[in-house]
């Protein structure tokens, strides 16, 4: 399975970013579909997560209410929809495939894509 992550970009705060997530290959309804993020100098941090067969949806706390992630299965795609942007969300967007479920191991990742948030 590959990943392809897109839609990052520079947005003010209060603004809006939609992430796409394509991925190729065979998708099992046993899996998940993870978003994380990487702000500098510190660590990976989950955001959103949806199971692929099930679409019962995940989110860290401070992305809830903000954030919607979703699937579309005809396009093998996973988005991100991110509202009411902080500063705080300034990150690297990654996502991955959990072979496990959505809080198993994330074996197939993408490629990143840059989020800034300005004040």
């Not at 100098?41 to 992305?63: C, L, M, N, Q």
Request: aromatic residues 12%.
């Amino acid at each position: 399975v590959q990943l392809q992550a897109s839609g990052g970009g520079l947005v003010q705060a209060g603004g809006s970013l939609r992430l796409s997530c394509a991925a190729s290959g065979r998708m099992f309804s046993s899996w998940a579909v993870g978003w994380f993020r990487q702000a500098p100098g510190k660590e990976r941090e989950f955001v959103a997560a949806i199971r692929w067969g099930a679409e019962t949806t995940h989110y860290e706390d401070t992305v809830k209410g903000r954030f919607t992630i979703s699937r579309d299965s005809a396009k093998n795609t996973v988005y991100l929809q991110m509202n009411s942007l902080k500063p705080e969300d300034t990150a690297v967007y990654y996502c991955a495939v959990g072979v496990r479920g959505p809080f198993g191991e994330y074996r197939y990742w993408g490629q990143g894509t840059l989020v800034t948030v300005s004040s």
